[in-house]
């Protein structure tokens, strides 16, 4: 673990073999450094890991690894290898038992945009999931401009009850924020 925590590269080859260790605790502890390190040639060797998991959190902690190491990429520089990645995982992550792993996804892919992830947000709402919703309308209030607003404003009217009175809520919040700024 110490060997991820100061990113040192030169010991990714002796720390790769222990990733599919039988142990699971040596493996826990390789998947961590390796996603601290976050080359990115350590991509499919965590995302293989992850998907072996169902991209569900427990004991091996191979998905928190991968998302982990998704973060780490991006701010080590590689923020298109770690969208793509993100999106993926967004993809694969669909059920209700993936539902961290699905909105740690959501909130990797939203940090990486930046506004131009409000679009993801907003279609969000479209989920059945009041969880995954709730968290991309708190991931939406670092967002408070006028044209994500606007998208906002253009999903209310296509939404059913629940995401609708979930949208207003968050606009009336927001709307008291951008009152003050502007």
Known sequence: AALGDCRCKEALSTITP?????????SK??????????????ASLLGAAAEKRNFIYDETGATDAYLQY?????????????????????????????????TAALKLLTDIRG??????????????????????LKFAEAYPGNDAVNLWVKK????PSP??????????????RIGKIQ
């Open 115 to 136: 506004a131009n992830g409000v679009p993801l947000l907003v279609s969000a709402m479209d989920d059945h999931n009041p969880q995954y919703r709730a968290a991309a």
């Open 70 to 102: 998704t973060r780490q990429l991006s701010a080590s520089g590689y923020s298109a290898q770690a969208e793509k990645i993100a999106e993926q995982i967004l993809k694969k992550a669909k059920t209700d038992k993936q539902i961290q792993t699905r």
């Open 156 to 159: 209310l009217k296509p939404s």
């Open 29 to 42: 502890l390789a998947l961590y450094a390796v996603a601290r390190i976050a080359s990115p040639a350590s």
């Open 163 to 176: 995401p609708k009175s979930e949208i207003l809520q968050m606009l009336e919040t927001a709307g008291i």
């Open 18 to 26: 222990f990733v599919n260790s039988a142990d699971k605790k040596l």
